[in-house]
């Protein structure tokens, strides 16, 4: 797999004061959760739902302007374990 032990921690330190602890979270972003779901109103009432949604994700991301990330105990071993299998 060529993954290390030190890659494994710089992520761990990359996640710190970025996450949020959710029973079943496995590093589920605030911002995808956050977009699918104004995706999913704008479609619904909008005219323009791709616009809208680009419009209220700038906005989102000006008044939170670093992303939060879901986690449980296991989820932040599980997110990185995953991304072995997609990018290993």
């Not at 000006?62 to 290993?88: H, I, N, R």
Request: charged residues 25%; hydrophobic residues 40%; proline residues 2%.
């Amino acid at each position: 797999m060529g993954k290390s032990l030190d890659e494994f921690c710089e992520f761990l330190n990359g996640r710190v004061g970025r996450g949020l602890y959710v029973l079943g979270g496995q590093g589920e972003s605030l911002y995808g959760l956050a977009r699918e779901w104004v995706l999913s109103m704008e479609e619904r009432y909008s005219r323009n739902p791709e616009a809208n949604t680009v419009r209220v994700m700038r906005l989102l991301e000006e008044k939170l302007p670093q992303d939060l990330y879901f986690y449980d105990c296991s989820g932040l071993g599980m997110e990185w374990l995953l991304g072995l299998v997609w990018t290993g």
